[in-house]
């Protein structure tokens, strides 16, 4: 992986947007068009804040890491985030499987899908069954989420172990 830009060099702060179970994934485009057709353009914003972001343009922008929010959850269990010292050196002790979960399937989503948390039997009812994707830190509800924290890049002497 590239070396990681300076927190300033970021873009803004994101934030983890959880979402109902499949069935409801459409939720903040619908929130949109509702907003659109009440004509209050303070709603638009709002609601325009809490879509889910593009995949692949957040990894490639390097606005967020994968493993920041929930991409290695099924790996690291029961943590449900990783620092951005962890996130930015996983490729290490993982290896093939943080290629496969990050590299073979988040950083080639070009798209703004929400995604489930974890691989769940039919019929799972806790909070492992939902959905979730990156928002704007500008977003009011997460519905349960979390914000990405605005983090600082690791020292520029650790860069050369991002290429282990």
Not at 10 to 30: T, Y
Not at 45 to 55: F, I, P, R, T
Not at 92 to 108: A, D, H, I, N, W
Request: negative net charge; aromatic residues 10%.
């Amino acid at each position: 992986p590239a070396p990681l830009p300076p927190s300033a060099e970021r873009g803004e702060p994101l934030g983890l947007r959880s979402e109902m179970p499949r069935g409801l994934a459409l939720l903040p485009a619908l929130l949109a068009s509702l907003a659109a057709q009440a004509g209050a353009s303070g709603d638009r914003s709002a609601a325009d804040a809490c879509k889910c972001l593009n995949w692949k343009e957040l990894y490639e922008a390097q606005r967020v890491l994968c493993g920041e929010g929930l991409e290695l959850y099924e790996i690291i269990k029961p943590r449900t985030n990783l620092s951005l010292l962890e996130s930015a050196f996983s490729h290490v002790p993982l290896g093939f499987t943080y290629y496969e979960f990050c590299q073979s399937f988040f950083k080639r989503m070009d798209n703004s899908h929400c995604v489930n948390v974890a691989m769940h039997p039919y019929g799972t009812q806790d909070w492992t069954a939902e959905q979730w994707c990156y928002v704007s830190s500008k977003c009011a509800d997460l519905n349960g989420g979390q914000p990405v924290s605005q983090k600082e890049s690791y020292p520029q002497s650790l860069h050369w172990l991002a290429w282990v």
